[in-house]
């Protein structure tokens, strides 16, 4: 039990709030509830719940503790009205909650207003059961309504005229009657969880008001491992995502829905395709050989191999884009069962997940059932998206003439000619440009081969959940049907997921829960993704982005036709190839709690995450593939499998001032992952695709492959919180895991944390300052491991792949191709896993009766024992061992602000800002590897070196002394240190190429019914290389153009002296550059994105609508609506270049309705 | 009642600690295998013994694949043999010291030599039958060897580990001497030869074609004595191969490369659909459609132009022999135009020797031929000429001049016909990876680079230098060719 002092010291006269730990529900919820009961309230918790107390001269007090103890209940009242310290003898067996307040408050003047679970004690003239209009007191008397912020009408708010103990609650719609005395006078309305806001009463006699969710709400709880805590005494580095909060927009996926709103959790999408993944990082990345990814817990489970099991095409080395579906696992995850997403940033939070926390942690939290009448909500988006501008690439006519002037220029500079040499021009051979003038102006043809690939798509989506039940049995179940066409031709998504989390009280002292959810994905995969290999390895994009304008889609038999250079595909044949995925993922989760004794809970939970998935292709023979002439097809199956078994006591208990809260236990995890594949080649027919490879006719090039991995983890882990006086938290965490992939040495890592905070707003001398209203400072230390980097990596192994030629070790005898099997690693007993040290110090504040609210933290992290690759000598049959040696760390801060900077009755607008800030840099190197004479020994993780720049050399004076042979048209570097010659020593440190500042800027205007939302996010201070050089050596391929980016205009040629891009001579000291870069056109770019503005409409604040349905909202967003950016490149954030996934521009319409 | 409830639980609690777990925590791998669990049957040794072979396969990355960076074009590419059109540091002799950095054929080839002893070593540590034992051992020498023999020929005597007991040490071992190194390699083949298991040939036992043999461990003998000039060792290793009785000249030139295993071939880097062969492909232009080797029609897809024969190269040829029939040297391109010599960005002829090739490519599962008996013959009559002069060599030397129907050598001086075997060489084993070594043998190698304008070449460019990664690693311990 909770007693808070005041809260807002400027009201004299406070609600004092009792809640129970364990009855926390998200105070939206518990507003429909409270709306949903003039309606349903016969069915109320009330009737249901019984209650025992037997109490010999107990205070007030103890009893209602007992109930809230054993029951839901939870009381509000003004010690100032009521005296809880009056001392009673009841006994009730299994009596009605009704019964038992009757027979507590008999004979007083306190009576009571059961509200649901909410019971208000007050005096009984205030409770509205006498009128208090019609007492014969002075003054004029107020009425009103009290909603929220969507007009739900408020039950339950205390109303109190401001310096007197004259006061009243809503009921009933939210209405309100009040006797205020004469003269001026002010009316406090305050509200669990609500704002508390003041109104000047005036001449009024009706003041209809709106309160405001109170954004910081200390009340609120945070998931934190194995419990939750209230937000107060949160002692690390925690920040919460309620999805409740976010604009109910059309969102697709969880990172979508993470991005940019907390603030240090860095995100760079690395396909924009459907369920893209995304590289998400903590504080910056650190580990420069493991895995950097967050632990995802879900619903207290934690996923050990969150990988997605979408089979790549590995056997299928003879085509280039065999990466080319690269899902996020999380995409599997259906957003909108989401009720809140807390991530867990330093180690003094995260040590409870021991040696798979390094990265800190993402606790994903599903919807659970609320006891009352159904409630049935419905949300469909229907989204338009239109591509947005991709690789701007010539046309026929541009073409042509670009490969006639790059031509000539090649011919000139291969020939010796001026301006490249002195050669004589009569003596070289003649050039004749490939196109004449008259077909540059009348293109025959004139394809535009990404228009032909891409199209206008569409996402349609659909939601239908149920939420409901008893207060023995609640339910939340779902259904979500998402399907979607995107912008490149022949790559469709479609997702059903289904969900049941259900909760059932088995007699006084046990709950089971079962969250159950299965997804199923079918997509097409058009084959995009970076280039592997040369011209006859192209995916679809690339070809596109390199065909000839000029080439016709068919040749005059109906083939594809091929352009210059017959190897590359065709780019509309590739949509005539079939490769498709369907993954499931089946997780189930039970869990039980028994209540032992009081405090004391046992929870005992196993969690099953199964996750399938299978791939088929083929490439028919018609498509014509250089590299597959005969037809290929691959199968594909692969699983990830995650299995645990935890059981911990959570003991929670309050002794005066001393408030406990003690979790330990212990856990078994299992993860199984397994796969095969198969590929064939030559097929006589198209027709049977890849459903019967056995008529494949190369036998000899049949490839196979199968793998099977177990690990096993074995933990026992505790947290204890302990907090004095409601201001002073400490909080020690600690896990002992071990694991079978930990090495022989190091079966068992010990990963402990400790963390304190001090609400300094609750000190006595802070009780003045009204302009703060809460203000609270942590600390924290911890450590965690990552042991990402061991899997695999601590035995000695003889397997089929050496790691040191192309591919594997197989060998052709006879018609046999063999496997070999080569010793490839060695076993190193003492490998670690790297251990994480995190340092962290935070505010927490609220300022101006929380219109500005929000937290600062500064922190350190450090990895020590990296894992490295220690070279042995270059004779040895495994020429290197893997070791733990070298640190690394960041050190950055974050800041998180929310200000409600108008607020009226009508009208409010709130601004939400994430600003964070990391520089990732080495502490230690690894003293076996030798650095370049130029590296830092401790310069950051991403530090770039090479040589300066100084524009281009246009003109023969241009050509400095230390590049006497430098061509025109070469970019001209600089002797940083004068001594004529360009060698190491100019090399210099040019940038770090980690963003100084990443932002997310949320602003919310509402206005009655109808609310904006627009949110940009982005990042200051990354340095980038132009992203748009052509390549002139393409177009200007004598008798083989490809095509290439307009941009070619802008190369420098002794016809286009001011061309800004590198021209087509060589740089021979470029080659000799001994860091390999430079700096030309390189900038620090910034970038806004404005991912979503979205205008709703709330129709259901018009009554006529409210009866037919509780909420009623349409909504119209646009979602990637543009780019604010100095970046000359295609897109600032998607990591992949080349041709990477087009982004798009779209428009959703939708509706959310709650009956 | 409560506190029993308690002890239960607690029983209950303890019980998830104590329940023998941690013999889960033992690591279990199901894909590969460890020392433990391999090497103890015949099949386990020939998986072994399949992963040394691997090299030698002609896919990517290996010895014989003609990706630019592998033992094979450096011998050929580095000569007036082959133009390398991708490779300007072949092409003019500017690769440095730190050029073979991290690359083959120095990384990652060394290593396989000390894995030749690994696995060496586990044979014989294992159980099985002595004689099973014996003929293993015997073929993962001669593999070894070859990979000494490729390591030796391009960077000189190495630092091989040919010690098990040193295989994961990290002592850095100084280079052997040249003689030290040379007797390690003859060892290992002598060993090889009278070990009684070890098949004589391959040829006719189709299952193991691709395999190492007697003929190919004598072979090898015969290159180190060449390389060497030991005239003496070199004649009987020649005579060793003739007096197996076994191989013979196929009587036409083209099908000693379209007929697989036939008896002119002692090893070949063998292919098929599976081990895929790609060396057309690196020789065709872009925009080729059709020409003729001979009358043979070769109509195929675009190649990517890596190389070509230099012309001065195709010169050396007279007209009529046959061996150009394997050769092309002008085309029809896409658009239908004739391309000619003398045309631009045409640097040279063709070398296909596969004549054979069926489709339009771009792989073929052809076999590239590596040891031959045309080459023993030549490098006899080589052998013999420097010992005793010519009138004993020309009949060797002629057996191969009347296959590709030109006159016999006759009445020549001994240095008349030494230097004219070198030429033969050249138009006999063109494209069969000895244009390096025999230019070296003959002192020719840096004069005919300068012959040919590349003004970079220096007589310490017969070896390439030692990665400096490995010269920084040994700690002066390990010593940089001369000249780098």
């Not at chain 1, 999380?330 to 957003?335: A, H, K, Q, T, Y």
């Amino acid at each position: 039990m909770k007693k808070l002092t005041s809260k807002l010291p400027c009201l004299d006269n406070t609600w004092h709030k009792f809640r129970k730990f364990i009855m926390i529900m998200k105070l939206s919820v518990f507003v429909i509830i409270a709306t949903t009961l003039e309606l349903f309230a016969v069915e109320s918790y009330s009737q249901s719940a019984k209650i025992n107390i037997d109490s010999e001269r107990s205070t007030v007090l103890q009893v209602l503790n007992s109930i809230e103890q054993q029951s839901e209940f939870y009381f509000l009242y003004s010690t100032k009205l009521v005296d809880v310290e009056r001392e009673v003898s009841l006994k009730y067996t299994d009596a009605p909650i009704n019964d038992v307040l009757a027979g507590l408050f008999k004979g007083t003047n306190v009576d009571y207003l059961v509200l649901d679970k909410q019971i208000v004690l007050s005096k009984r003239e205030l409770l509205g059961k006498s009128d208090p209009a019609k007492s014969a007191q002075p003054g004029r008397i107020v009425t009103g309504t009290v909603t929220d912020e969507a007009g739900n009408p408020l039950i339950g708010v205390s109303v109190v005229v401001k310096g007197t103990s004259v006061g009243t609650i809503t009921y009933d719609d939210g209405a309100y009657e009040i006797r205020v005395p004469d003269g001026e006078a002010t009316l406090v309305f305050s509200f669990v969880g609500m704002t508390t806001q003041e109104v000047s009463v005036g001449n009024r006699t009706t003041i209809d008001i709106s309160l405001n969710e109170d954004v910081l709400a200390l009340e609120e709880v945070v998931v934190v491992g194995y419990g939750t805590m209230q937000k107060k005494e949160v002692t690390g580095a925690v920040a919460t995502i309620k999805t409740e909060e976010l604009p109910r927009t059309a969102t697709y996926s969880v990172e979508n829905m993470m991005q940019g709103r907390v603030a240090g959790l860095n995100m760079d999408l690395r396909s924009a395709q459907p369920g893209g993944a995304s590289n998400i990082n903590i504080r910056g990345s650190i580990s420069p050989r493991g895995n950097n990814a967050p632990l995802i817990v879900i619903d207290g489970i934690p996923i050990t191999d969150n990988s997605s099991a979408e089979p790549n095409l590995t056997l299928s080395g003879d085509i280039g884009w065999h990466n080319a579906v690269d899902r996020s696992p999380l995409s599997m995850i259906n957003p909108s069962d989401i009720v809140s997403v807390d991530v867990l940033k330093d180690a003094s939070a995260t040590a409870i997940y021991g040696s798979s926390a390094a990265n800190g942690i993402i606790m994903i939290t599903t919807k659970k059932g609320q006891a009352g009448q159904v409630k049935v909500n419905y949300r469909g988006v229907y989204t338009h998206q239109a591509m947005k501008e991709y690789y701007p690439l010539l046309d026929a006519s541009g073409f042509m003439k670009q490969h006639n002037r790059m031509a000539y220029e090649i011919y000139l500079y291969d020939n010796n000619l001026a301006p490249y040499g002195t050669s004589d021009p009569a003596a070289a051979p003649t050039f004749t440009p490939m196109y004449s003038a008259s077909e540059i102006a009348n293109p025959a043809v004139d394809n535009d081969w990404i228009d032909l690939v891409t199209r206008n798509g569409f996402i349609n989506e659909h939601n239908l959940s149920l939420n409901g039940g008893t207060e023995a049995t609640r339910i939340f179940a779902s259904f979500g049907f998402m399907d979607q066409e995107t912008v490149v031709k022949d790559h469709d998504y479609r997702r059903y997921t289904g969900r049941v989390n259900m909760d059932q009280r088995i007699g006084k002292r046990i709950n089971l829960s079962v969250n159950l959810s299965m997804s199923w994905v079918a997509s097409t995969n058009a084959s995009y993704g970076p280039q592997d290999g040369g011209i006859e390895k192209w995916s679809m994009l690339m070809s596109a982005r390199n065909f000839a304008p000029v080439t016709p889609i068919y040749d005059e038999d109906g083939s594809y036709a091929k352009t210059y250079n017959t190897q590359a595909t065709n780019p509309v044949a590739f949509l005539d190839i079939d490769d498709n995925t369907w993954t499931q993922r089946f997780m189930v989760n039970p869990q039980l709690d028994i209540d032992l004794i009081r405090g004391l809970k046992l929870t005992v939970r196993g969690g099953a995450d199964l996750n399938g998935s299978k791939r088929k292709v083929y490439i028919p023979v018609a498509v014509e593939n250089f590299q597959t002439p005969d037809g290929m097809a691959s199968l594909y199956s692969s699983s990830i499998s995650n299995f645990s078994g935890e059981a911990f006591f959570t003991f929670i208990k309050e002794l005066g001032e001393h408030r406990f809260n003690v979790v330990g236990g212990s856990g078994m995890y299992k993860t199984e992952s397994e796969g095969f594949g198969m590929n064939t080649q030559g097929f006589f027919t198209d027709v049977l695709g890849y459903n019967n490879i056995g008529i494949a006719s190369e036998i000899a090039s049949n490839q196979q492959t199968s793998y099977y991995n177990e690990r096993y983890k074995l933990s026992q882990f505790f947290r204890a919180n302990y907090t004095l006086m409601d201001k002073y938290t400490l909080s020690v965490v600690g896990r002992r895991d071990g694991s079978s992939i930990f090495s022989e040495n190091h079966k068992w890592g010990f990963f402990p944390g400790i963390s304190a905070a001090w609400r300094i707003k609750q000190e006595n001398f802070m009780s003045s300052v009204n302009f703060i209203s809460d203000l609270k400072i942590r600390a924290g230390y911890g450590t965690s491991g990552n042991e990402s980097v061991l899997s695999g990596n601590t035995m000695q192994l003889y397997s089929n792949s050496s790691g040191l030629v192309w591919s594997g070790f197989e060998y052709l005898i006879g018609d046999m191709y063999y496997p070999g099997l080569g010793l490839s690693q060695l076993a190193n007993p003492d490998l670690t896993w790297e251990t994480n040290i995190s340092l962290n110090a935070g505010l927490d504040f609220a300022f101006f009766l929380n219109r500005i609210t929000g937290s600062f933290d500064v922190f350190r992290k450090t990895t020590k024992d990296l894992l490295d690759f220690n070279s042995l000598p270059s004779n040895n049959p495994v020429t290197s061992i893997a070791d733990n040696v070298g640190s690394t760390r960041s050190d950055g801060f974050e800041l998180t602000i929310r200000t409600i900077n108008v607020q009226s009755n009508n009208l409010r607008w709130e601004t939400g800002l994430t600003l964070s800030h990391f520089y990732a840099y080495w502490v230690e190197r690894n003293p076996q590897v030798r650095l370049a004479d130029w590296i830092e020994e401790t310069g950051g993780m991403r530090d770039v070196y090479g040589w300066q720049t100084d524009g281009l050399i246009k003109t023969p004076g241009d050509i400095p002394s230390y590049m006497e042979n430098a061509y025109l048209g070469n970019i001209r570097f600089v002797d940083v240190n004068g001594d004529g010659v360009l060698d190491e020593l100019d090399v210099v440190k040019l940038y770090n190429s980690d963003p100084k500042l990443s932002f997310g800027f949320d602003n919310t205007f509402s206005y009655k019914g109808l609310d904006l939302n627009i949110y940009l996010y982005g990042v200051i201070g990354r340095n980038m290389g132009y992203g748009y050089y052509p390549s002139s050596g393409s177009i200007g391929l004598a008798g083989q153009p490809g095509n290439t980016l307009v941009t070619i205009e802008d190369v420098w040629t002794h016809d286009n002296p001011d061309g800004r891009l590198p021209g087509v001579a060589a740089n021979m000291y470029q080659s000799s550059n001994p860091a390999g870069s430079h700096d030309y056109l390189r900038k620090d770019v910034y970038f806004g994105r404005i991912k979503n503005i979205t205008l709703g409409y709330n129709i259901s604040t018009i009554p006529a609508v409210r009866r037919i349905a509780n909420n009623l909202r349409v909504f119209i967003e646009l979602q990637n609506v543009g780019l604010i950016t100095n970046y000359e490149g295609f897109d600032p954030e998607l990591s992949t270049s080349g041709a990477a996934f087009p982004q798009a521009f779209s428009t959703s319409f939708g509706v959310d309705v709650t009956f | 009642m409560k506190t029993n409830r308690i002890k239960y639980i607690l029983i209950l609690f303890a019980g998830l600690y104590l329940s023998g777990c941690e013999k889960y925590l033992e690591q279990k791998l199901y894909t590969d295998l460890t020392s433990e669990n391999f090497f103890s049957t015949e099949a386990d040794f020939l998986t072994a013994l399949v992963a040394l072979y691997n090299d030698f396969g002609p896919d990517w990355g290996r010895i014989y694949n003609q990706d630019g960076t592998n033992e094979w074009s450096y011998t050929m590419a580095t000569t007036d043999e082959m133009r390398a059109n991708w490779s300007s540091d072949t092409r003019n002799f500017t690769w440095g010291t730190t050029y073979f950095n991290g690359r083959r054929p120095y990384i990652p080839r060394l290593p396989k030599v000390a894995l030749c002893t690994d696995v060496i070593n586990n044979i014989e540590l294992s159980d099985a039958e002595a004689d099973v034992k014996a003929r293993y051992i015997a073929e993962a020498k001669v593999i070894r060897a070859f990979y000494m023999y490729w390591l030796w020929d391009f960077f000189g005597p190495v630092n091989p580990k040919l010690d098990p007991a040193t295989l994961t040490d990290t002592t850095i071992l100084p280079r052997m001497s040249n003689a030290d190194y040379v007797d390690a390699m003859v060892e290992d083949l002598n060993d090889a030869i009278s070990t009684p298991g070890f098949q004589d040939a391959t040829n006719d036992s189709w299952s193991m074609w691709g395999r190492f043999s007697k003929g190919v461990a004598r072979m090898l003998l015969l290159r180190i004595y060449m390389h060497e000039k030991d005239w003496a060792n070199a004649e009987a290793a020649a005579r060793s191969i003739i007096d197996m009785d076994y191989y013979s000249l196929e009587p036409n030139y083209e099908d000693v490369f379209n007929i697989k295993a036939n008896k002119e071939v002692i090893w070949a880097s063998h292919g098929n659909e599976a081990s895929e062969c790609w060396l057309p492909q690196y020789f065709f232009p872009g925009g080729y459609h059709h020409g003729y080797a001979g009358t043979t029609r070769i109509e195929r897809s675009a190649g990517w132009y890596g190389y070509a024969m230099h012309w001065e190269f195709f010169d050396k040829f007279q007209s009529g022999d046959l061996r150009l029939n394997t050769i092309i040297y002008e085309y029809i391109n896409t658009e239908g135009d004739t391309i000619r010599r003398g045309d631009a960005a045409w640097y040279g002829a063709i070398p296909l020797k596969y004549t054979g090739i069926q489709g339009v490519g771009p792989d073929y599962p052809i076999d590239i031929v590596v040891f031959r008996y045309a080459e023993v013959l030549l490098s006899l009559a080589e052998a013999i000429n420097m010992q005793r002069g010519p009138d004993e060599a020309y009949e060797w030397a002629n057996m191969v001049r009347a296959r590709a129907d030109v006159p016999d050598y006759s009445g020549m001086t001994k240095e008349a016909f030494h230097d004219e075997i070198l030429e033969e060489r050249g138009r006999e084993l063109y494209l069969e990876c000895t244009r390096r070594a025999d230019l070296i043998r003959h002192g020719k190698f840096i004069q005919y680079a300068l012959d040919r304008g590349v003004t970079n070449a220096q007589p310490h460019h017969v070896l390439f230098p030692i990665p400096n990664s490995v010269i920084i690693e040994g700690g002066g311990i390990i010593e940089q060719n001369p000249g780098y």
